[in-house]
């Protein structure tokens, strides 16, 4: 993005006050039965006190004012158990030739919590004067936070550092100290050299970097920023380290653990031990690509026997455009290799791929789960076929705080919600689903207003995805009359957007099905939803209206099997973390166990405003997608569908082993098929 152009000034520094007024907001707005816990997280602000700050703001008063004005507004809103400092630099030495310009920096206020009549003191002495030495400010901001924890740092400059160290190589440095701490940062009406060194020092810090350009979108996305600073990506589970062999590997029984990739293409091994002869078990891998690294992932997890034979495997696919979320999983069920459901041991292994230089000490989690053999098939119903779409009826969506890993993912009864979405963030909830039911879920944006129509910069798009309990892209291809149309992405223009999935039936047969739409619904649980918009490189702060509609449909515990010996299955999130409570202020009142029937008995649950749904009559193409393609985009959808029709007929689906997923990129069309692998009769031909 190139400098303001002069008749946008006087704005910019209107966006200066909003903005910081912003920044630390959203730790106090109430998100219905779903707020984030501050605890553990830390904040501090950098703030840029140079002799620049001195200019006026071209609205009668100086940046400094501004900035004093908008700091007064954030402390009085802080709550108080949000940790947060201030550090500023440029405040003490005139000169760069004078002793100690270059080293100019303080920390006016420790990092703690119920000292917002400390902040409001430094605030009132905060005022401009030297140079801009951001290089020592971040390295003396990464101290004050600490070694442990989650930390961000947020840098608010108006320019290009006037003394060494580089700050882009300080983020670099900064980065190393775990994935844990990240550096966001905020440029105010910076152009050429300038913004791209700001934009490095994002960049190394694993943060983000925005340019300060409207008050209205500033103001909602920095409240978004600040919100993500004590909520942001974790990864949870018992640590354990895998061997670099099958020889040595530790053996985990079913449950929720964590482990690091290493610096080279050498698989981790682990064995997993059976309890009861004949059951199913199935591994899940998820993890965060560092921001910046491509957007195929070719990473691969795999199940086979003691003697090497291959049961189930897949390569992690990645979900939520720019923050590079990727799950894979490995399942154990094979209904013609015997020894993958006899052997009271499996080897899991977890392989970066090609791609182990990006995922060098990229932690990961890992589940197992271990599902009982059943008594009898005979009475159960058919593998579930295409679903068609259930109007949801509507209610009053309430606020909600998103999730932005597993573990912190809000619990969502059928209803609608609402919240804001900023270009690149992704967003998780989790809702349940029984035996016998579907989950659908609708993501919204209305009409955009001017302000945020011109940070839209034309097109973008909107993207949804339905994630089983254990790692599985689970929505239904060729589900019937999806608002929005069959896929998992739209077009998100001026006019908004509307996207929804639906998952099949969950019932046990499903896993003899092809497809991850099938397989990965063969399990009751908690089902995840994802939503994520596409960013530029260039973008600003914004952030888009969504409304999130889900409903669950069908009786809860239909087609429920009955297993050997009375067992139960044992699920590895049984044990994750939930720190958040259900956003819903109804107890279950029918007395079943899912909380999924109403009051007529039928099991079915939705809810929502479907505004501006485009309901389809029948299996009709995504208009909106098609518009937002060039002709060789539609060439891509449509071998992608003809990939879909074969895939279907085909019983299970073999990658080749130079296989390397496929990509992520905004301005390409998502595959429509899975990537998930298994064992193959020898006489199947590899789908090619």
Known sequence: ?????????????????????????????????????????????????????????????????????????????????????????????FKRTQPGACTDTQLTVPIGTNNRPQLQAAIAKYKPYGETPIGYALQQAAKDLGATGQRTIVLVSDGEATCAPDPCVVAQSIAKQGIDLKIDVVGFRVGGKARSQLQCVAREGRGDYYDADSTIDLEAGLDRLSTRAFRPFRISGEPVQGAAQQEGAPELAPGHYSDTFGGDQTAKYYLIKRSIKGSTLRAGVSFRRNPGDELVIQAEVKLKTLGGDECGWSYPRVFGSDQGLATGTASSWSDWRKECADEDQLVLTVSPGKDYREL?????????????????????????????????????????????????????????????????????????????????????????????????????????????????????????????????????????????????????????????????????????????????????????PVTLTVGVVGTAGAGKPEYVDGATPVAGTSVTPSPTAEPSESGNENGNESGNENENGNGTQAGGPVQGSDTNSGDSTPVALIAGLSGGGVALLLVGLFAVFRLRKKPAIVQPSGWSGAPQHPNQVPPQYPNQGGPQPPQQPPYN
């Open 1 to 93: 993005m190139t400098a303001l152009q002069g008749h946008r000034r006087p704005a910019v520094w209107a966006i200066l006050a909003i903005t910081l007024t912003a920044l630390l907001a959203g730790l106090a707005i109430p998100a219905a039965h779903a707020d984030p816990d501050p605890a553990g997280s830390k904040l501090v602000l950098v703030l840029d006190s140079s002799g620049s700050m001195k200019e006026p703001a071209g609205d009668g008063q100086t940046k400094i004012a501004a900035a004093r004005t908008a700091l007064t507004k954030v402390v009085t809103k802080l709550p108080a158990e949000a940790e947060v400092g201030l550090r500023v630099y440029g405040a003490t030495v």
């Open 360 to 544: 060098k000490g990229v932690p990961f989690e890992l589940r197992i789960d271990e599902e009982p053999p059943v008594t009898s098939t005979a009475n159960l119903p058919a593998e579930a076929g295409d679903p068609v779409w259930t109007p949801m009826p509507g209610s009053t969506p309430r606020e909600i705080v998103p999730g932005s890993s597993f573990p912190d993912a809000p619990l969502l009864e059928p209803g609608s919600y609402k919240t804001t979405l900023m270009p690149g963030e992704l967003q998780l909830y989790r809702v349940k689903a029984d035996w016998g039911q579907r989950i659908q879920a609708q993501v919204t944006v209305p009409q955009l207003g001017a302000a945020t129509s011109e940070a839209l910069g034309g097109i973008r798009y909107l993207d949804a995805a339905l994630i089983s309990p254990i790692g599985e892209d689970v929505y239904s291809v060729f589900a019937k009359k999806v608002p929005g149309g069959s896929g998992k992405r739209s077009v998100l223009t001026r006019q908004g957007a509307v996207q929804g999935l639906t998952t099949k039936e969950i019932r046990y047969l499903n896993r003899d099905g092809a497809n991850n739409q099938d397989t990965g619904t063969s399990m009751p649980g908690e089902y995840y939803v994802a939503v994520s918009m596409t960013r530029k490189d260039d973008d600003r702060a914004f952030t888009v």
